[in-house]
């Protein structure tokens, strides 16, 4: 069975520039989560996303947004990029909701953003 | 605010050494705790999953605690081989989102 996965691997994008990230969660999956991590740092919660709903939302400008389509599949966008952009962008996936259970998440491979 | 730190930073062995990575958290209302290994530049693979009713669980050479009461989780990995070197992560699930440590470096050295 295929992971999550998600696309495109790396990204070279200019200051202030957007730009979207993709990830398709694992067959059955309901559930996909986005995190932040920056080099030689532990991931930093960006957003989860269930039934096509917002469940939860970390400590990000409003210039992060995300949205779930009814596949599942879902899409982190980035506007106005800045240099402390720069990091790898995890998409986690799980069963069900993240509240309230403990589902465990699986991570894709992640996507490479540098900013220049 | 929930704080997950891991110690030590890095590390380096022999191989064929047990070790143990220890990581530290300052909330006990978690729901679990997770493992990852990540290799460089690379996604994160989830080794172990504790619930917060648990006490340990094991897969292979890894074993994981977790005293929730004390807010300590260890990783003890037994026989160290080359190709354990990555980073290793723990996680609490806390609020609907995991929340990390920043990593334990580890290189085994043939």
């Known amino acids: 069975d295929a992971g999550v996965t998600q696309s495109p691997t790396h990204l070279i994008k200019t200051r202030g520039q957007q730009v979207t990230l993709r990830c398709s969660p694992i067959?059955?999956?309901?559930?996909v989560s986005w995190y932040q991590q920056v080099l030689g740092q532990g991931p930093q919660f960006i957003f989860q996303?269930?039934?096509?709903?917002?469940?939860g939302r970390g400590n990000f400008p409003d210039r992060f947004s995300a949205r779930q389509f009814p596949n599942y599949s879902s899409e982190l966008n980035v506007n106005a990029l800045l240099l402390g952009d720069s990091a790898l962008y995890l998409c986690?996936?799980?069963?069900?909701?993240?509240?309230?259970?403990?589902?465990?998440?699986?991570f894709g491979p992640g996507t490479r953003l540098t900013v220049t | 605010k929930q704080e997950v730190t891991q110690i030590p930073a890095a590390l380096s062995v022999p191989e064929g050494e047990n070790l143990v990575l220890n990581c530290s958290f300052t909330?006990?209302?978690?729901?679990?705790l997770q493992w990852f290994r990540q290799d460089p530049g690379k996604g994160l693979t989830s080794l172990l999953l504790?619930?917060?009713?648990?006490r340990e669980q094991t897969s292979g050479r890894l074993n994981a605690s977790l005293d929730k009461s004390s807010g300590r989780s260890t990783l003890y990995i037994a026989a160290s081989q080359p190709g354990d070197s990555a980073t290793y992560l723990c996680?609490?699930?806390?609020?609907?989102?995991?929340?990390f440590g920043q990593g334990t470096e580890l290189s085994v050295k043939p």
């Open positions: 986690a996936s799980s069963l069900g909701p993240t509240t309230g259970w403990s589902y465990e998440q699986y």
């Open positions: 067959s059955g999956h309901k559930s």
């Open positions: 996303y269930y039934e096509k709903e917002e469940r």
């Open positions: 909330d006990s209302a978690i729901y679990n």
């Open positions: 504790i619930q917060s009713s648990q």
């Open positions: 996680a609490v699930k806390q609020g609907g989102k995991l929340i």
